[in-house]
């Protein structure tokens, strides 16, 4: 089993964070009430041992991280990274989804010029520390307005990403390089799926993210102003108010609460 935090009752609203990041990216979201919210740590971060993974082996540890808390069927969110273990376990364990949503992510592979910057990165983070490498992703990671305004959360993601380990950074980069091409799957997702996008992300613009959701039936999209890769943590508010949003017109949810 993963590590993990389980906080709440209701349905179970399952988030997947972002690299290089472990659970506490999301802890906004704890402001969103009515729901059982599981974040576990994937594997190589936080407190989940690194394993040799794939991004199939990796939805095949959350979902039995999910038997192991008794979870049947969830909601199942996921971003960056997390998007893609959250397309493989929609591929591999569909009967067990009530709902997806797809943050800052996309499902397309890496092209060859993507395969090679992971690579650059599998060579730093083998030479420098997780700070540096932090550091390195933070101008695109971040918007413009978030680094200019937010110093508390440029500080949140710096202390997130630097806590991890080299050999987690390495171990996910290799996934994410040799992930497959998830577009063919998108025509047969047959649950509710939110797909949410910040307006200046540098690293799956908007386009792709208004594609991807095109391709999947009835897809809702959202794009949030002022932010960046990771909404989440850029715009918490509005982030939380689109999924509330969400989760009570499509997934008909009773009336959760995104918080004060």
Known sequence: MLAHSDSGTGTPLVLLHAFPFDRRMW?????????????PDLPGFGQSPVADSTVDTMADA?????????????ILGGCSMGGYVALAF???HAHRLKGLILIDTKAEPDDEAGKANRQ???DAASTLSASAVIDGMIPKALC????TNRLDVVEAVRRLGAAQTAAGIISAQRMMRDR???????????VPTLVIVGEHDAITPP???????AAIPGARFVELKDSGHLPNLETPDAFNAAVVDWLVSAVQLQAPNSGP
């Open 27 to 39: 802890e906004p979201q704890a402001a969103i009430t009515n729901v059982r919210l599981v974040v």
């Open 180 to 190: 497959p091409d998830s577009r063919p799957a998108l025509g047969a997702i047959r």
């Open 144 to 147: 413009e307005a978030t680094r």
């Open 120 to 122: 650059k990165m599998i």
């Open 90 to 92: 929609a591929r591999r």
């Open 207 to 213: 386009a792709g993210a208004r594609a991807m959701a």
């Open 62 to 74: 959350v979902a039995e991280t999910l038997n192991g808390l008794r979870i049947d069927s969830c």
